[in-house]
């Protein structure tokens, strides 16, 4: 053996393809299971789609601006130009678009669903712009109607996904791209895609930035005035929303009136939601141009280490159309959850969890007590407790060390000789309690 | 829109890349949720890898002979040449080496990691030998020495795994290689190798068969006899195991010797299991070289359909040689989970959960009674069942359809006027009852 135990290939992280420690891991796996309890708490069921899809399938509307990565075998014989060319998917929302379509007569419409799957981007890789990285999505896909319930929804489930993940204050804000469209065509602006991009830009350059923006794409003062009033407004009420945008006596255009009934519906849903949960802001337009009414992006409003949406989507008009002739609106909403998880790690805000989800460590006293004792795990396990058993006869202190290594936060002392009992002892604490291990509780 | 709505490409399943519906997913979720919380109640941690490593890693043992897919980036800029290659990963093990060596000093040893991940190899596909599989490993790595109670442990988790996925009775198979290599040495063959390939396929070929390849191979037919005798010993009780060996005259052999007390250990731990669940067999040897004591295959008893191992494993002597200069003995076992899944839901042994995890469907009554039905909805989130509102005030006969057709087993009827209560309604039984919110639950 000694010949091939040189070191052949020292590895190194792969940029780009972050991965985490056993107690990082803890956290993030604590993360997934809460956002898809969530999930679920709202009647959205799991699918999962391959890693890859067919070319074809990824670029069926046409050249993607994200950075593919194709599969190519190693090894390839000679029958391989029969097969399709292979990519990994670099979201969700396709893979759901070509499910949907393939499947869909065995769906049940409206379909919710929710996909939490890593996806890949061969992108320059940076803190927070990784190349391999998990999503978490709900979408909700209707035919030919969907209703604003669901707009309504997605701000709700969102909310209380990411208020149980320990990462401060969540804000979702809420727009409706009906209302910004609508105002450049009563304005008379021919082409509101630069336009928008622009407006899109008021988190980053500002008011002013954007004004000049506008002005440089050739708008009018008064054209510019209108969408910098708009653009500006900020409300989580209802009222509020419905009287200011008033104020601006637009609402003879009968695509702003829908866009605004739509959004005032969308945060009345929402009352329930803590003050700085959700607000209106209708600066949020979403640079994707297949969004067509409700918009969404989130902020923490507590770690200004982040700041891009967290969390984002939106209302469009037609899924999958590029693989079936059915018309399939849809709403949903993107959890970039390796961005979010990798930054907030890099910035110490993630508390490491245990190295090991066990509760307790039997202690194994001696060879001879090795049934006895593992007898013991076996009753605290059937009991629902995640139990190690020590794998060796090794002296106590070798064994209560590897316990405060891992985090065990319960050490089991089974009887060490016939007619004794058995003690825990509460590592946090160091106090030591005689138990039986058909009834003790943490609480003992 | 109606130009773009026609349909450019229709999606067909790509072979080897297995997807579900939602009610079979379902039930693959409940079983992958199952196995997780085993390994877990047996202190092992979670840790993910990501999906590719370096190809200079993947290779770093020699070639591979696996098929490998290598990422290529579709559109690659001039800096593409600096970049390592990199490659999916085709198994876990390899991963897991990699990760154990790259963060040595950061992990607690005897390190206990689980991993549950898909991974790749481009092989012909066919059913049962996806492109695209998930597995659900464990292993257990020590630093220069790793005791045998983690061999006896590896069986006694996976039953517990398996026998909770409703797939009848399972059978572990346990050898240790020690047996029949010293066996070897013993009577004098140089080159074991291809003689513990032939009595690996015992169960394919027969005894018969297998004796005859030991013949094909030159053996003399007394050499032939002892091997024989010795992978024909099948017995789960220690004792019997050790008179049985004896009884072949072979004890002078040290290393047999040693591998004879250490798979009596193994069954020695492993009493507490059911008669048919564990079992010696000296026919198994597993195909990979890198195994030197314990080896394990497992059986489906009830599903003749599934006739290769579900789960496989070892113990191996160096984890990571090629990557760190550390002696890393280890014993793993690896669950192959869609291929067993995939197997089994084509044969119809996988009964289709329901389409949705809802419990419950909150009816709404009227527009006007949106508020107050989306508060029955969440005072009954917050009570911890799965609730979906209906999304619009329809006829309440097709909100009953709506939750038929998705399996959601109660319907909630808010009050539909002020002042009338909450009824719930049994969707197995038919039966409708008064119930309060904040105390209901499906048995009242």
Not at 155 to 171: F, H, K, S
Not at 256 to 270: N, P, S
Request: aromatic letters at 8%; a negative charge; glycine letters at 8%.
């Amino acid at each position: 053996m000694s010949d091939e135990k040189r070191k052949t290939y020292k590895p190194v992280p792969i940029s780009g393809f972050p991965e985490w420690l056993p107690e990082i891991r803890l956290v993030e796996q604590g993360w997934m299971d809460h956002i898809r309890r969530v999930f679920e708490s709202y009647g959205f069921c799991s699918i999962e789609t391959p890693s890859v899809e067919a070319l074809d399938v990824l670029r069926a509307k046409g050249e993607v601006d994200k950075e593919i990565y194709v599969l190519e075998r190693l090894h390839r014989d000679e029958d391989d130009d029969s097969e399709a060319r292979l990519a990994l998917h670099f979201d969700q929302t396709v893979p759901l678009a070509r499910y949907t379509a393939q499947h869909f007569n065995d769906l049940v419409f409206p379909f919710k669903r929710y996909q939490m799957q890593r996806v890949w981007r061969g992108e320059r890789p940076q803190l927070g712009r990784e190349r391999e990285f998990y999503q978490c999505d709900i979408d909700v896909i209707g035919v030919d109607h969907l209703p604003l319930h669901f707009d309504a929804e997605m701000p709700a489930v969102i909310y209380e996904a990411l208020e149980g993940l320990d990462i401060g204050r969540v804000q979702i804000k809420v727009s409706n791209r009906k209302i910004l469209t609508g105002l450049c065509g009563a304005l008379g602006i021919a082409d509101p895609v630069p336009v928008t991009r622009m407006i899109d830009k008021m988190d980053k350059i500002g008011a002013d930035g954007v004004r000049e923006g506008l002005s440089a794409l050739g708008l009018s003062s008064a054209q510019n005035d209108s969408l910098m009033a708009l653009a500006q407004i900020k409300t989580r009420d209802p009222e509020t929303l419905k009287a200011r945008i008033e104020s601006l006596s637009l609402q003879g255009d009968d695509v702003i009136t829908e866009g605004v009934a739509e959004l005032a519906f969308v945060l009345e849903q929402l009352r329930h939601l803590p003050d700085h949960a959700v607000t209106a802001d209708l600066s949020i337009v979403r640079g994707l141009d297949y969004y067509t009414g409700t918009v969404y992006e989130t902020r923490l409003l507590d770690i200004p280490a982040f700041t891009s949406s967290v969390c984002s989507g939106g209302r469009y008009d037609d899924l999958a159309g590029s693989y079936i002739n059915k018309h399939l609106p849809g709403v949903g909403i993107s959890i970039g959850l390796t961005r979010l998880f990798a930054v907030l790690e890099h910035h110490g805000h993630i508390k490491a969890g245990r190295k090991s989800p066990a509760d307790m460590l039997v202690v194994l006293p001696a060879e001879e007590r090795r049934a006895a004792a593992a007898e013991t795990a076996r009753a605290l396990r059937a009991r629902g407790y995640k139990v190690e058993l020590y794998h060796a006869p090794q002296k106590l202190k070798k064994q209560l060390a590897y316990a405060e290594k891992k985090g065990i936060p319960y050490i089991w002392f089974p009887p060490f000789e016939d007619g004794q009992g058995h003690e825990v002892k509460y590592m946090t604490t160091g106090a030591q309690i005689t138990a039986d291990p058909e009834t003790w509780t943490p609480e003992s």
